[in-house]
């Protein structure tokens, strides 16, 4: 099994700034992309940043030149620096990673237990 553990979350004032860690552990060969989802009330759950094992990345036009992802291989490890934090990235903030769990084998879909970020004064 693979688990993803979250660290980071918390209050912030707008335009404040807040980063978000994600581990990855367990039976993992080789992990495809790691990336960002948030949730927020009565709200579908959506894609705010993801980052390719080629460092590719793809962000979400609503946090485009605030937020950046990035990622520690060694640790199996995904961040991402939020600044200018606003109001309505409000939001449960969940971990993804798509695990190989042996070389060439499925691709597994994993999430993390999700960090709440709130972006008020």
């Known amino acids: 099994q693979v688990q993803l553990a979250e660290s980071g979350g918390g209050l912030v004032q707008p335009g404040g700034s807040l980063r978000l860690s994600c581990a990855a552990s367990?039976?993992?060969?080789?992990?495809?992309?790691m990336g960002w989802y948030r949730q927020a009330p009565r709200n579908e759950r959506e894609m705010v940043a993801t980052?390719?094992?080629?460092?590719?990345?793809n962000y979400a036009d609503s946090v485009k030149g605030r937020f950046t992802i990035s990622r520690d291989n060694t640790k199996n490890t995904v961040f991402l620096q939020m600044n200018d934090l606003k109001p309505e990235d409000t939001a449960v903030y969940y971990c993804?990673?798509?695990?190989?769990?042996?070389?060439?084998?499925?691709?597994?879909?994993?999430w993390g237990q999700g960090s709440q970020v709130t972006g008020s004064s």
């Open positions: 367990g039976s993992i060969s080789s992990i495809e992309l």
């Open positions: 980052i390719r094992s080629s460092d590719g990345t």
């Open positions: 993804k990673a798509l695990v190989r769990r042996s070389t060439a084998g499925v691709v597994f879909h994993y």
